[in-house]
């Protein structure tokens, strides 16, 4: 059986703290073995936005492991993959208690947004 190339997902995360001692922390501690595949969209003392690409799915497991050790931090990935998987996942504490939001759906796979824009 031959292995399947996985389909691209992209993630665009937004972290914020109001602490920007940590988000630094993160960028130079958490993000070094991810650079190659980051676009960096904006950074800021207080909070940080990037796409990242991997396969499939999101990381899922790693947002939950940066809150456990980064608990005064809000995480936002909003997502797609190439072929129509989407979907929005949000992290943050409140009232000591970790919370976790997210939505998944059906979008647009790739080709399906490439054809039905096609200009007549």
């Known amino acids: 059986m031959k292995n399947k190339m996985p389909n691209d997902c992209w993630s665009q995360i937004t ?4 602490d920007n001692i940590y988000i630094k922390k ?6 070094k073995d991810k650079e ?13 936005k990037f796409d990242l690409w991997s396969p499939w799915i999101p990381y899922f497991d790693w947002f939950e492991n940066i809150l456990e050790e980064y608990p005064y ?3 936002k ?9 989407a ?34």
Do not use: P
């Not at 993160?26 to 993000?31: C, Q, T, V, W, Y």
């Not at 990935?77 to 998987?85: A, D, L, P, R, V």
């Open 26 to 31: 993160f960028i130079e501690e958490e993000l």
């Open 36 to 48: 190659q595949h980051i676009n960096w969209i904006k950074k800021g003392k207080n909070g940080i």
């Open 87 to 120: 979907g929005i996942w949000i992290g943050f504490y409140e009232n000591c208690k970790k919370t976790i939001k997210k939505m998944e759906w059906r979008d647009l796979s790739l080709e399906e947004s490439y054809y039905l824009f096609v200009n007549e």
């Open 77 to 85: 990935n909003e997502w797609k993959e190439e072929g129509g998987q």
């Open 73 to 75: 931090f809000w995480i």
């Open 15 to 18: 972290i914020t703290c109001q």
